[in-house]
């Protein structure tokens, strides 16, 4: 056991857990964050993408050692309910959700390629998008809102 002390969607926080204990499970488990979500447990989905001093990474199969120190932001720091960031507005004015669940890994992913680079291009989302899953096959919707969100950002 050891105490890890980081920050997430800017509070500081501290957490006694085994040191190799994924980050999302400190997240969901001793932080009671509902957001991120477990999917595959491999790093291959996408549902549990958080950015880490604003790198998108997967928190199932990040030690939450690697957080000592470092900021992280889940897509509940990205906005609010009041001023929502232009991504979490494009997807509701786009009606993407269907069952949600692998909402935080797009818009967390796409986020992090719009600020590194607000003028990507459809490949280039695309591409950074490649390993993320939805499995209600809402990819073009998706695609739309995050087009209507770079407009926004732009």
């Not at 897509?75 to 309910?81: A, F, H, M």
């Not at 997807?91 to 680079?117: D, R």
């Not at 003028?119 to 591409?127: C, F, G, I, N, V």
């Amino acid at each position: 056991m050891a105490t890890i002390k980081f920050v997430v969607d800017g509070k500081p926080v501290s957490v006694d857990v085994d040191p190799d204990m994924p980050l999302l499970y400190a997240l969901r488990n001793d932080l009671a964050r509902n957001n991120p979500h477990f999917g595959c447990g491999l790093a291959q989905c996408g549902a549990c993408t958080v950015h880490l001093d604003g790198e998108p990474i997967r928190a199932c199969v990040m030690p939450v050692s690697a957080a000592a120190g470092k900021t992280v932001t889940t897509i509940s720091g990205l906005g609010t309910p009041e001023k929502p960031h232009p991504l979490q507005h494009a997807y509701v004015q786009e009606q993407v959700p269907q069952c949600g669940y692998c909402i935080n890994g797009w818009i967390m992913t796409a986020a992090a390629v719009l600020k590194k680079n607000p003028k990507a291009s459809d490949a280039q989302l695309r591409e950074a998008l490649a390993g993320l899953k939805c499995r209600c096959g809402t990819h073009v919707a998706i695609l739309r809102a995050i087009k209507r969100a770079q407009t926004a950002l732009a």
